[in-house]
């Protein structure tokens, strides 16, 4: 009987051939990462691509977007290929899913930081705000969906940055920023710069009013930071008025009581702004609520800072670290007195021995 | 009657079970749920979103591969083997027969379905916690249920099919029937305002006519945040049922004509 051929020439050959396979692979990977950066990228029509997803419209938004991802930040010799590779996978993308809140937000971070090209970060925000708008008022539910607050301040802040120097845009700015405070979710630093704005413009009864509601809230943090703007707001106005005066007068205003009554401002919104509001001998405003707030403010977050040192290392920091680090500095104090942290944590006022 | 059908059930599912093509597919659907977790971690934010869409879209094709590749030749196996002249011969009809085949694969189908659906859950439980558990669980049992009914349908033809051609004609016509189904919806779209008029009427009346699987699909809405539509949940498994009930029915015509 003949024998069976003996396999370790097969064998070795296999081996062999692996091995060298796999010793080429390292200078094919590098020429393959060089052929990849500027590979031909295909973005698919929005419609075919909702056909092709089998009714898997999220995932295919998802596999999309996991493919591009690199994308954003890597180099391309052609800048236009990555333009409108980006670009088509930010529509596609978001017509599969128009929910998809990663690539509205990421999409207009890259199209305005990187790209410059705020037009289609506008468009790819107005399409975000158009569908969550119809959904919310198809479900009758106003402020459901913290995703177009986002949205709106991310509008608004395009308009803001990119588009304020043209007159027929400004406004657009102040519209989605009063869209975001009248939302349940507005966060106060977009109150803030809404409120800012908006005392620019003369919109001072409609801010005042609108911290005034806020020092009502349920929430008291939410309550002890509208007093602090409300405050704000009146030193804006205050020193607002007083330059108005001084243009007009041609002379600054002897006292408060003339600002007051000096018919720059509505009676009862006079009355509110200056309310708290001194003058010392040289004729400078002095904001006496404004500092009572603005020191407890600053030593609430002097408390905090500390907290976190303590979470952090297990003790409480020494008020030495709290002076020097800015975030943690607490106000001020009075003359003959100074700080002391004490074994709860609280900032207490102590004499000077 | 219930009893042959039981018992046909009974035979097909602890058959089925037994299949190590199953065992291949139930494997590729956890494999998919688990490294679906990999996926979330290469997004810059949304990782529960895109865990949650891949695995259920992996249960999804796992639906569609059961329905294919043990569906579809389930009633060939059967007849191949003979084993239908052992039923046959008793007082079970081919009624009977398909009737019971049918409850026996949907019963080990909803079985490995339901298997990924709660690998799932605990997957999903364990990167997200209770807070996320608790904010998307009514659509994804949504999306599960949606996912069950759909199995009820692809078996449902897979056997029509079946009964109608070879094996792998009936699985290939069931994985076309599953394209079809779910690419109808955003096949309308498509035309509706489109460049031809006579197209967007011709699919018009397609559309009405061609079985509609995204009635029941509420995998997309998971990841929306928007309140689960129960009602047409419930609406889609009517019209499933109804759909079922025709293939079924045709199944039953087709394998009492055929001569084996």
């Known amino acids: 009987m003949a024998r069976a051929p003996s396999a370790f020439v097969p064998v070795l050959l296999m ?27 295909y973005t698919p029509d929005a419609g075919v691509a909702q056909v092709m ?15 591009a991802l690199p994308d954003f930040s890597r180099e391309f010799d052609d800048l236009e290929l990555k333009g409108r590779w980006l670009r088509g996978v930010l529509d596609v993308a978001t017509d599969l899913e128009p929910t998809f809140t990663t690539a509205y937000l990421y999409g207009t971070s890259y199209l305005t930081i990187l790209d410059r090209d705020p ?26 969906y913290p995703t177009l607050t986002a949205l709106h301040r991310e509008l608004a802040m395009a308009y803001y940055i990119y588009r304020e120097k043209d007159a027929a845009e400004k406004p657009m700015t102040m519209k989605h920023l009063g869209i975001v405070t009248e939302r349940p979710d507005c966060d106060m630093l977009t109150r803030m710069m809404w409120s800012s704005l908006k005392v620019d413009q003369g919109g001072d009864l409609l801010v005042m009013s609108h911290w005034d509601e806020l020092t009502r809230h349920q929430n008291t943090e939410v309550q002890r930071k509208a007093f602090l703007e409300l405050e704000r707001v009146k030193k804006k106005i205050a020193i607002r008025t007083r330059d108005q005066f001084k243009e007009k007068a041609g002379r600054p205003a002897a006292s408060v009581e003339e600002l007051r009554k000096c018919g720059l401002l509505l009676d009862e919104l006079a009355e509110d702004v200056f309310a708290g509001i001194d003058m010392d001998e040289e004729g400078n405003l002095v904001f006496v609520a404004l500092a009572e707030l603005e020191f407890e403010d600053q030593r609430r977050a002097a408390e905090q800072a500390a907290a976190i040192y303590r979470s952090d290392y297990d003790e409480w920091p020494a008020m030495a670290w709290m002076n020097k680090n800015p975030l943690a500095t607490p106000p001020t104090p009075p003359d003959g007195m100074e700080w002391r942290l004490t074994e709860d944590g609280a900032l207490e006022l102590v004499a000077i021995p | 009657m219930m009893q042959r059908v039981g018992a046909v059930a009974q035979a097909t599912f602890r058959e089925a079970v037994r299949d190590r093509l199953l065992l291949l597919v139930v494997a590729f659907a956890v494999g998919m749920v688990l490294f679906s977790r990999v996926l979330g971690w290469l997004s810059v934010e949304d990782e529960m979103k895109m865990m949650q869409d891949f695995s259920l879209t992996g249960i999804s094709l796992l ?74 669980s009514p659509a994804m049992t949504a999306a599960v249920l949606g996912l ?21 004609i009936a699985s290939v016509g069931t994985f076309v029937f599953y394209l079809v189904g779910h690419g109808t919806e955003a096949m309308r779209e498509l035309t509706i305002g489109g460049r031809s008029p006579e197209f967007e009427q011709v699919f018009a009346v397609l559309y009405r006519i061609l079985p509609n699987l995204e009635n029941l699909n509420f995998i997309n809405a998971t990841t929306s945040g ?24 045709g199944a039953v015509v087709l394998f009492r004509r055929r001569q084996f």
């Open chain 1, 15 to 41: 081996i062999g051939a692996v091995a060298a396979a796999s010793w080429l692979q390292t200078d094919l990977g590098k020429s393959n990462a060089v052929r990849r950066r500027n590979d031909f990228r």
């Open chain 1, 53 to 67: 997803s089998c009714g898997h419209r999220s995932t295919l938004a998802n596999a999309i977007w996991l493919r």
């Open chain 1, 119 to 144: 037009d289609d970060a506008i468009d790819l925000l107005e399409k975000g705000i158009a569908y969550y708008t119809q959904i919310e008022e198809e479900e009758g539910e106003p402020g459901r």
């Open chain 2, 63 to 136: 639906s569609v591969f059961l329905a294919m590749l043990v569906g579809a030749g389930a009633l060939a196996r059967e007849v191949e083997r003979r084993t239908v002249y052992t039923v046959l011969t008793r007082t079970a009809t081919r009624g009977h027969f398909i009737v019971g085949k049918f409850f026996g694969l949907v019963g080990v189908f909803w079985l490995c379905l339901l298997g990924c659906a709660l690998i799932l859950g605990v997957w999903a439980w364990i990167w997200g916690g209770m807070e996320w558990m608790r904010a998307v």
């Open chain 2, 148 to 168: 069950l009914v759909e199995s009820v349908v692809l078996t449902a033809v897979a056997l029509f099919l079946g009964a109608l051609a070879s094996p792998a």
């Open chain 2, 226 to 249: 928007r309140p689960v539509d129960w009602s047409a949940l419930g609406m889609g498994s009517v019209y499933a049922i109804l759909w079922t009930i025709a293939f079924l029915a």
